[in-house]
């Protein structure tokens, strides 16, 4: 099992800053990847960044590109987001994920099917 606790999330005027913070535990050493999801009101979860384990590279979804950094520390066996020029429609819940299984290919990274173990969730509202 894996374990994973959200923070850093809050309340920022646009064009702010915020980390996320996802501090994993359990079966650290089982994870492939980790993830970072959203949820706005009224919308499915959707991808915004993913952490190959193995390969140490990293996917972003097209709407936080140039924004958006994921990033590692593999002793604190911690994934960060740091989250730059926040946009209102960057408002949700900032869900942390953690897969386990091998994926087949890197688009299937942002799949939430692909991820078995997620954190609670953390706020990130972003207005003017």
């Known amino acids: 099992q894996v374990q994973l606790v959200e923070s850093g999330g809050g309340l920022v005027q646009a064009g702010g800053s915020l980390r996320l913070s996802c501090a994993a535990s359990?079966?650290?050493?089982?994870?492939?990847?980790m993830a970072w999801f959203r949820q706005a009101p009224g919308k499915e979860r959707e991808f915004v960044s993913a952490?190959?384990?193995?390969?140490?590279?990293?996917v972003y979804a097209d709407p936080v590109k140039g924004r958006f950094t994921i990033s590692r520390d593999t002793a604190k066996n911690t994934v960060y987001l740091e989250m730059n020029s926040l946009k209102p429609e960057d408002t949700g819940v900032y869900y942390c994920?953690?897969?386990?299984?091998?994926?087949?290919?890197?688009?299937?990274?942002?799949?939430?099917?692909?991820?078995?173990?997620w954190g609670q969730g953390t706020q990130v509202t972003a207005s003017w």
């Open positions: 994920a953690a897969a386990v299984a091998r994926f087949p290919s890197m688009t299937s990274f942002t799949w939430r099917s692909s991820y078995a173990y």
């Open positions: 359990g079966s650290i050493f089982s994870i492939s990847a």
């Open positions: 952490s190959l384990w193995r390969a140490g590279t990293s």
